[in-house]
């Protein structure tokens, strides 16, 4: 096929729109050369208003490359900038700003952006103008064929210096890759100054697989970057395809000017499948759009078991990026490059029902649109989608009553569960820190006695914790874990220490295959504050009570940005607010803010263990703060928030993801109604 479909190509143009300074007029002078595609080296670059490409992917949402923006946006993430397209707005320019870009830190101009860092998003200001949205590729393989890509790019007007942009287009094809995310195109079309940002099209499905990246200084061919590198804005990303898949559902079926149904009429579509073993792309429409209004995945690893279930047991293809979201899993499901067929399809898109049935929530839309299609396809594919149980990983535990438990909820006092406590006290004056310790036991009971203790002689240091305490540990909790239920462990430290990353303790050395040695994948672990022993203050308890009674919790940036942390940043937060800190709580900026926290009665609180960078915040920052309020969203209540951190730790281990940003995120879970047992080692007379 040598050039896309002529309605589809009309769609892309009309949702791609190209960046330029607000005040264009006054910029005309100004030495700017654009970065596109990275060819800095590029001396035959003049100065141009235009930055580059993009072009919408939701309502209110523009995708573009991170390197068309950084250059005019360092030092200033917030500047407000235009963006035009020819059939956006009548042609009018739009006010916008960054949203989220995966870089790394701070740009720098020398420097040539990685693929997997090179996407930024765009937000509209004005977010109910309307627009054309691109069809985003729902697959995480691409085999590799005939693209369409067009944008924007300057051109010199006569007369004059100034510069206007105009539209172009090209063809070309994808025939190699470069890791996860690169895109390489054939030599055979030349890509101009201003296309970084371009949307890619897939001429034989109509679906946009990526991003336009770079040429090639000089000669033609160039790079693109995946549309599949999306999934690296974490929880964005979900925000992000649920608003697009949403708005294709809402779209137009009738009259044929709209995506999916030109889809319908292209080869990838799998028009050579035969009757009611076709997924089509009408299908695939309102799938996404249902799946796009339950609630998301609470991992990766229920997508990834779930396709492979609804695939007949088989995985998907070695290569395959992992899942983040419903829509992702739905994307495993081709095999070779064919077609979705519809019991696979009908077969993933009922165990997501029953998978939400489990968590206690009820996606009847869904389910409903399911059972309709199911009158369609013959009696086999009827017999084992009606038939669908989860597989028995992701089966919950069940209570006494036999209801399933969606969370296991942190002990309370007085319900008869026991939490294994250990106390890590410094050695007075000890250079380098060394620590006593002791091991108790809570099961409600009056007398809470040391099972183990160090309390003498030099103290341990820090390394050499995990092997002293693996044995004793190992002894406590066999004697008090339940069957399927491992009794949480809590480390009480004081705050100068709340870095140790406990979490990460291995209790031992060689695990077996199917049990994980990550004592905080295994179990629920909390810190507490070795300095609130007996009983609890009236601030401590007066927060906690309103904390336990909220509706809701919320999280709270701490301390706000660009500001020191104040006592009055804690002390105003309402009952149902969390501290959350994208930096260490054991010095500095951190420290500061978690002592003030602990003093204005905060018994919740979260914050990353591993640094932070010297210059403010980054985007793994922003990702960790949307992270800690999606699962402080998620829950009700705070009893609930040690094991979702647990089950997350799961995913993390399950995935090796270490750029996630829980995976070195600790949790203060300090409940004034269980307090450490007061210190008896108070004044003596001296002899």
């Known amino acids: 096929m040598s050039d896309s479909d002529s309605v589809i190509d009309a769609l892309t143009r009309a949702a ?47 995708l573009t490359c991170a390197h068309v923006l950084a250059p005019h946006l360092k030092g200033d993430r917030d500047r407000i900038f235009h963006l035009r397209g020819s059939e956006v707005n009548d042609g009018e320019p739009l006010q916008a700003r960054l949203d989220s870009w995966l870089l790394d ?23 109910h103008v309307e627009h054309e949205c691109v069809w985003l590729t729902d697959r995480t393989d691409y085999p590799g064929g005939r693209g369409i890509v067009q944008g924007y790019r300057p051109e010199q007007q006569e007369g004059g210096a100034e510069k206007r942009a105009v539209r172009w287009k ?86 044929g000017h709209n995506w999916i149904e030109r889809q319908h009429q292209l080869p990838g579509a799998g028009v050579h499948t035969s009757g009611d073993q076709w997924w089509s792309p009408h299908d695939r429409r ?31 293809p070695p290569g395959q990026l992992l899942p983040r979201i419903w829509r992702d899993g739905h994307g495993l499901l081709y095999e070779a490059g064919q077609p979705v067929a519809a019991i696979a399809a009908l077969h993933y898109l009922q165990l997501v029902v029953e998978y939400e049935r489990s968590r206690g929530g009820d996606p009847v839309a869904l389910a409903d649109w399911v059972a309709r299609r199911l009158q369609e396809v013959p009696r086999i594919v009827h017999t084992v989608v009606t038939q669908a149980t989860l597989p028995p990983g992701l089966l919950h535990p069940r209570t006494p009553d036999g209801q399933d438990r969606i969370v296991v909820r942190y002990p309370r006092q007085g319900d008869g569960s026991a939490v294994v406590i ?44 995990i092997q002293l305490l693996r044995g004793p540990l190992d002894e406590v909790f066999a004697s008090v874990d339940s069957p399927g239920v491992p009794a949480p462990l809590e480390v009480a430290l004081p705050v100068d220490h709340f870095d140790t990353a406990v979490h990460r303790w291995q209790l031992t050395e060689m ?15 909390v810190l507490r504050d070795l300095a609130r022993r007996g009983k609890p203050d009236a601030v401590w308890q007066r927060r906690w009570d309103g904390m336990t009674a909220a509706d809701a919790l919320t999280a709270y940036r701490t301390p706000p940005q660009r500001q020191v942390p104040r006592p009055r940043h804690f002390e105003d937060m309402p009952p149902s607010a969390v501290p959350v ?23 919740i609180a979260l914050w990353h263990t591993d640094g932070h960078p010297d210059h403010g915040c980054t985007e793994f920052c922003e990702d960790l703060h ?29 995935s090796r993801n270490s750029r996630h940003w829980a995976e070195g995120v600790a949790m203060l879970y300090d409940d004034p109604s269980r307090p450490l047992p007061a210190d008896d080692t108070g004044l003596v007379d001296s002899p």
Not at 105 to 127: F, T, W
Not at 511 to 525: D, E, K, Q, S, W
Not at 630 to 652: K, V
């Open 16 to 62: 791609t729109v190209h960046f330029s300074p607000v005040q264009v007029e006054q910029m005309e002078q100004v030495e700017q050369v654009e970065q596109v595609g990275q060819d800095q080296q590029d001396q035959q670059a003049e100065p141009a208003a235009m930055w580059g490409s993009g072009f919408f992917v939701a309502p209110g949402w523009v």
């Open 105 to 127: 830190g701070e740009p720098r101009a020398e420097q040539r952006v990685p693929v997997e860092q090179d996407l930024a998003l765009v937000r509209l200001v004005d977010p």
């Open 170 to 255: 090209a063809a070309a094809t994808i025939n190699g890759f470069d890791d996860d995310y690169g895109m390489r195109f054939r030599p055979e079309a030349e890509f101009p100054r201003g296309g970084s940002g371009s949307p890619v099209l897939d001429a034989h499905t109509g679906a946009v697989v990526g991003i336009l990246k770079s040429r090639r200084v000089g000669r033609d061919g160039g790079m693109a970057i995946a549309a599949t590198a999306l999934r690296r804005f974490g929880s964005t990303y979900q925000l992000l395809m649920a608003a697009h898949d949403r708005w294709h559902g809402q779209s137009p079926k009738i009259t």
């Open 286 to 316: 309102e799938a996404l759009s249902l799946l796009a209004g339950v609630h998301p995945p609470s991992a990766i690893r229920p997508v990834v078991e779930l396709a492979k279930k609804a695939r007949g047991g088989v995985a998907s």
């Open 422 to 465: 250990v106390e890590l006290e410094p050695v007075c004056d000890a250079r380098p820190t060394r620590f006593y310790w002791r091991i108790r036991v809570d099961d409600g009971q009056d007398v809470n006695e040391p099972l183990h203790e160090e309390q003498t002689g030099d103290g341990v240091p820090p390394e050499q914790l």
């Open 511 to 525: 695990a077996r295959l199917h049990h994980p040695a990550y004592v905080g994948v295994r179990r629920m672990v």
């Open 581 to 603: 800190l994208c930096r260490p709580a054991g010095s500095g900026v951190g420290r500061r803010a978690i002592g003030m926290a602990l003093q204005a009665g905060h018994g």
């Open 626 to 654: 949307r992270g800690a309020a999606q699962l402080l969203g998620q829950s009700a209540g705070a009893s609930e928030l040690p094991d979702r951190l647990r089950r997350i730790r799961d995913d993390i281990s399950g």
